[in-house]
């Protein structure tokens, strides 16, 4: 089993940049492929990027690619999502997730964080 806890989100203005964090503990996290999530009120769930267990692989919704970037540090438990040129659309609670297996899909992922908020204004 493993316990998650995101962190680093916050209120900023549309064009700036955020960085999560999400530290893991309990089991070996480099046994686990990771992911965040997203939902704004109102809306489902949503896959925003994953990545494997080694880093190797990594994917991304549409809408961020080319904007956020998803990478981990093993030796620091820790998965990052550095997000920049934020827009208003962006704004959610924030969940990272753990998994098995690489995944797009919510119900594949085994454990969760409890979220974190980013707001952007226009």
């Known amino acids: 089993q493993v316990q998650l806890a995101e962190s680093g989100g916050g209120l900023v203005q549309a064009g700036d940049s955020l960085r999560l964090s999400c530290a893991a503990s309990g089991r070996t996290f480099s046994t686990y492929a990771a992911g965040w999530f997203r939902q704004a009120p109102g809306k489902e769930r949503e896959f925003v990027a994953s990545i494997s267990r080694s880093g190797g692989y990594i994917g991304y919704t549409d809408s961020v690619k080319g904007r956020f970037t998803i990478s981990r540090d093993n030796a620091k438990n820790t998965v990052y999502l550095q997000m920049n040129s934020l827009k208003p659309e962006d704004t959610a609670v924030y969940y990272c997730?753990?998994?098995?297996?690489?995944?797009?899909?919510?119900?594949?992922?085994?454990?969760w964080g409890q979220g974190t908020q980013v707001t952007v204004s226009s």
């Open positions: 997730a753990a998994a098995w297996t690489q995944s797009r899909l919510n119900r594949d992922y085994n454990y």
